[in-house]
């Protein structure tokens, strides 16, 4: 799987599920999220406990806490992301997803307003697969 996603575009938040709820594994979420354990040290290390870490470090960050199944760290860092205005549309994706995961649908909602490109065939798969298995109700069209 994760040599074909090298070779071709692939939905990377299915890929991220399946790794996530179907083992537990850590390397295949540190490749799905474009990062490798290397970085995740160099990440930790200019952090270096800093609150709030510094932005540039963050997506590596958000990873490692995916990688150790800590779902309320990955979106304590998203939400720090989010605050400072650095986040983008694939960690609104991830947001909605790890609150949905994390039994939090009315907060996945909330965030999932935030969306903009809603017609991209990973937000129709995304809302559908949270509708689905939590109960998620995507924002109205505009």
Request: charged share 30%; glycine share 2%; with cysteine.
């Amino acid at each position: 799987m994760r040599y074909r996603a090298r070779l071709t575009p692939t939905n990377w938040l299915a890929e991220l599920d399946i790794h996530l709820r179907g083992s537990r594994l850590r390397e295949p979420v540190l490749e799905t999220l474009d990062t490798n354990s290397f970085r995740i040290a160099v990440a930790k290390k200019a952090a270096d406990n800093l609150e709030p870490p510094p932005t540039e470090v963050l997506p590596d960050l958000i990873a490692a806490a995916l990688a150790r199944r800590d779902y309320h760290e990955a979106i304590r860092l998203l939400e720090d992301k989010r605050s400072v205005n650095a986040s983008n549309p694939d960690d609104i994706f991830l947001l909605t997803y790890l609150y949905c995961l994390n039994s939090d649908v009315a907060k996945a909602e909330s965030v999932a307003t935030a969306t903009t490109d809603r017609e991209r065939p990973l937000v129709k798969w995304l809302w559908g697969k949270l509708q689905a298995e939590y109960g998620f109700r995507p924002p109205a069209s505009e």
